[in-house]
């Protein structure tokens, strides 16, 4: 399977599959004489690792990374860095059904198309499993950017949306939602709870924060920051649509609603009074926070029967049985936020090897 890498100078490669007997990534480019152990990586896999409460799935995964590469008494080497995390609680029975029958909205049907075969125990390397690698990595780039605070919330579970008049950044990490409002995430245990109960799944919308980046960070034409991480953020399984800034809300202001207006600052620093943009422009960071939102979709896996076709082409119906999230975009917070980190540090290490 090809394009499995990301990233220009920064990059990283992931491998493994959902059943298979660990997964795991390269990360190369990454500079040498950073401080890196276990450690530094550990938390962000333990924020995203299912099972932790019964609104994800109850799949039971430690997600202990091992290093087995480009580390020396514990800094970057400059080498290829290698890590490796075993999947020790694979229920591949549950498959039975896939094997004969496409789920409809997943990869089955798709990777049939074009390899002529797949993987259908919980969907190799179309599963979602698929990002505890990159969160792995994303651990990894911000040691390359330690100037960047990057944040990430779910900014609605469905239609229900959060109050930004509630927004508090110290709730996120004390519910299992990555919510910001107390309110909407007591509200939000209730949606779950009956979603799951109807067999059925919901969608998210998660937001994500990057301050600290300076001005000057992206290029015109095809590298541009905003695009690169559009493109990184379509990448996570179940992505269906990547706004930066105001987003599709830019196409519905006025030309001077939507300016963001600039005054001389302190010190030869520019005052905006907004940031509609989402910290970019023509490609390149002005020195605001970078701001992107992404949506995802319900989870395809459902026990609720749904028409489809089998392997032979005859028409059936369908009903998903073994363990999956009600909704995946609860746990796709740290997965959006790692994926910003490795955007940016690619960034980073691209303006430095143009502009010194």
Same mark, same amino acid.
């Given at each position: ?29 990454? *500079? ?8 530094? !990586?550990?938390?962000?896999?333990? $924020?995203?690792? *299912? ?24 800094? =970057? ?7 490796? !995390? ?23 049907? =798709? ?16 599963? $979602? ?105 379509? &990448? ?36 905006? $009074? ?9 490609? !390149?960071?002005?020195?605001? *926070? ?8 319900? &989870?395809?896996? !459902?026990? &609720? ?14 009903? &998903? ?23 940016? $540090? ?11």
């Amino acid at each position: 399977m090809s394009w499995n890498t990301f990233g220009r100078v920064l990059r990283f490669t992931t491998w493994g599959e959902s059943h298979g007997p660990a997964l795991g990534v390269v990360v190369d480019g990454c *500079p040498p004489g950073l401080e890196l152990t276990e450690e530094h !990586i550990q938390p962000f896999l333990d $924020a995203r690792k *299912p099972g932790q409460n019964r609104f994800t799935t109850q799949r039971r995964e430690a997600d202990e990374v091992l290093i087995l590469s480009g580390t020396f008494e514990g800094r =970057t080497t400059g080498t290829p860095i290698s890590l490796m !995390i075993e999947n020790t609680d694979q229920r591949s029975k549950d498959y039975s059904e896939v094997a004969k029958a496409y789920r409809p909205g997943h990869a089955d049907y =798709t990777y049939d198309a074009k390899y002529g075969f797949r993987d259908y125990r919980g969907g190799g390397r179309s599963s $979602a499993r698929e990002t505890a690698a990159r969160v792995a990595a994303g651990a990894i780039a911000r040691l390359v950017i330690p100037e960047v605070t990057i944040t990430g919330w779910t900014e609605a579970i469905g239609p229900h949306a959060i109050n930004y008049d509630r927004f508090d950044r110290d709730a996120i990490g004390a519910n299992p939602f990555f919510c910001p409002d107390p309110e909407a995430a007591n509200a939000w245990e209730g949606v779950i709870d009956e979603t799951r109960k109807a067999g059925s799944s919901l969608g998210a919308t998660v937001a994500c924060e990057a301050r600290g980046v300076p001005a000057g960070w992206g290029a015109p034409i095809y590298a541009k920051l905003d695009s690169e991480i559009a493109a990184a953020m379509m &990448t996570i399984n179940a992505t269906k649509g990547v706004e930066i800034g105001d987003g599709f809300a830019a196409a519905r202001a006025s030309g001077e609603a939507n300016a963001d207006s600039m005054s001389p600052g302190g010190g030869g620093a520019v005052d905006f $009074a907004s940031n509609h943009s989402g910290g970019t422009a023509g490609g !390149i960071s002005t020195g605001q *926070p970078v701001t992107c939102r992404v949506a995802f979709k319900p &989870t395809s896996s !459902i026990l &609720t029967p749904v028409d489809t076709i089998t392997t032979e082409g005859e028409a059936t119906r369908i009903s &998903t049985k073994g363990r999956h999230d009600p909704c995946v975009g609860i746990r796709g917070v740290p997965v959006v936020e790692a994926m910003m980190a490795l955007v940016l $540090a690619d960034q980073k290490l691209l303006h430095r090897a143009q502009c010194g």
